[in-house]
């Protein structure tokens, strides 16, 4: 699955996208996979909302989903 991060997501990543292999993880142990990898990016993904082909995900199973856009809050929200 294609992971991409906008603004301070991206920022905290150090990159705008990764290829992460999630087939058998859901929204969580992603979050948890990414943030053990990177303690500042798991700060900034904690108050990410995530896209998952282009329709808002709050949890759940990522099997199928082919891109997972993290954005992190804009405008103070």
Do not use: K, W, Y
Not at 37 to 60: P, Q, T
């Amino acid at each position: 699955m294609l992971v991409r991060f906008f603004a301070g997501a991206a920022e905290a990543a150090g990159t705008d996208s990764m290829e992460v292999n999630a087939a058998d993880l859901d929204l969580a142990g992603l979050i948890h996979q990414l943030g053990a990898e990177n303690e500042d990016l798991a700060r900034v993904v904690a108050r990410c909302s995530c896209l998952a082909d282009g329709m808002r995900i709050e949890e759940g199973p990522l099997a199928g989903v082919t891109q997972l856009d993290v954005l992190p809050p804009f405008a103070g929200g």
